[in-house]
């Protein structure tokens, strides 16, 4: 697939810009600070309806401006759809998919899919456990959209499971235990009692959704490292074989189950956080927070014998995070049968020459590739395509 054309309004720097945009590789050249990531960043806004450069939507609106709109037309098998998104923070987004108002947002995905890599992806590899989750499951969306829905159920469970940890506390905690009626009259051991049996069915919900969504992330890094361990090779010429293995907070035969390489039935996985839960029952309502779960788990990434994370160096972090990324690219080219649109935010400028050639060699047959750079001798001669300038919020054909 590909993008014909973006159009935002009052987007980050941009009061309105039109990038009309062909097959093949586009370059956007232009000093710092001038608007390249901004429309890098709208462009994954429109697959993944969420910044890779912020959690939240409100830096995303011109400052001063009430909210923002990016349109993209979007072409696949010779088939034009246009997906126009408002985005008011505060709000819920808008979203209009060919001129229909969609009833939720989310049902634009899978239009456009990108893969977007960009300095912070070095976070990948040097950054907490949430980075390399959030990689998986964005990848799970792009992969097949209905996992937004599973994401935001889980998300939805754990923040009512923590809130009620936090409120029964007091009757749960040994603390409570044994003292006489409360000021309302009710039985400790029966609020208790009560309590328990509420925390009971939020386990079961937590388990249902958490199981799907391991083992969507299993079967998901399971497809993705053979991609991966060939992509660092070819961009890093590397002898160092690299490794992610799926590190779960689950107790410790349940962890070394799900790390073993066989992914683990979801009925497994179900009775294995189940199990989890009931042994850190104590802790949890202590610390009024849920210890294990999907939302706790980490992938290690190694090098060799070594993690990466810690050990490998700056130049090999790099060739790490964009062989995840490309590995995601051919993943979902694999899976879909067509190509994402790839989008490589300031890259080259971080690779020495041999690296920047084979980079430009491995992507010269996607469909549609988006490049920014400050300036354009950093980009290899194979990829020259389109060029545009960007300065100060403007963008103009070069
Ligand atoms: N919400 C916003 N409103 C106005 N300007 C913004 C907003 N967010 C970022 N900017 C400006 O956009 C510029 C950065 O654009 P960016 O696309 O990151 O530059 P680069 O060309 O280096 O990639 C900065 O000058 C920043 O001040
Ligand atoms: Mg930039």
Known sequence: MHVRHLTVGDFRSYVSADLPLAPGVSTLVGLNGQGKTNLAEAIGYVASLSSHRVATDAPLVRFGAQRAVVRAAVVRDGRESLVELEITPGRANRARLNRAPLTRPRDVLGTLRTVLFAPEDLALVKGEPGERRRFLDELLVQRQPRWAGVRSDYEKILKQRGALLRSAQPVLSRRGRGRGRTPEGVDPAEARADALRTLDIWD?????????????????????????????????????????????????????????????????????????????????????????????????????????????????????????????????????????VLVLDDVFAELDSGRRERLAGLIADCEQVLVTAAVSEDVPEALAGARFDVTLGEVRPG
């Open 204 to 340: 079961e919900h937590l388990a249902t959704v958490g199981s799907r969504l391991l083992y969507a992330r299993l079967r998901l890094l399971r497809d993705l490292v053979p991609h991966l361990v060939a992509a660092y090779q070819e961009v890093s010429a590397n002898q160092a074989a690299v490794t992610a293995v799926y590190r779960s907070s689950l107790h410790e035969q349940a962890a070394a189950a799900v790390a073993d390489g066989e992914v683990p039935e979801p009925e497994r996985l179900h009775e294995l956080i189940l199990e989890s839960l009931a042994q850190v029952r104590e802790q949890e309502i202590e610390r009024g927070v849920t210890l294990v779960g999907p939302h706790r788990d980490d992938v290690v990434l190694g090098l060799g014998e070594m993690p990466a994370k810690g050990y490998a160096s700056h130049g090999e972090s790099w060739s790490f995070a964009l062989g995840l990324r490309l590995a995601a690219y051919q993943l979902l080219r694999h899976d879909l049968g067509d190509d994402p």
